[in-house]
């Protein structure tokens, strides 16, 4: 199991979804949202590599994405599932062993623009 380490960026883009969530779906769905973000992030402490993890070298050395969508029903709780999920996880294996959460972004916008410099 490797330490997860979320980037800045990647913080603030949990408020950022969770807000939005809220806002627009109520309370209810925010922690549903919230639910889906911790399993999913758990999931790829264990396996890095689990199915729906997709190596995207284009984007810089190590980088790889993970749509929610995949721990979508690993996340059903007593207040349901999400129902579309439309995030994704931008991620690294650290060279000091720790997954290091970058972004997580929609999965409509162009990953690379919203990336850090490399």
Known sequence: MHVLRLARQAEEDIVTILSWS?????E????????LL???????CDNFERYGSIARPE???GIRTYHLRYSR????????VVGRPRHLIV??????G?????????????????????
């Open 28 to 35: 209810t769905a925010k922690r549903r949202y919230e639910t």
């Open 73 to 80: 029903y690993e996340a059903w709780g007593l207040e349901g």
């Open 59 to 61: 984007l810089g050395e």
């Open 38 to 44: 911790t399993v999913a992030l758990c999931a790829l």
């Open 91 to 96: 991620y690294r294996l650290a060279s000091d």
């Open 98 to 118: 720790e997954l290091e959460v970058v972004r997580i972004l929609h999965d409509r916008m162009e990953i690379r623009c919203h990336l850090p410099l490399a």
């Open 22 to 26: 809220l806002k627009r779906f109520g």
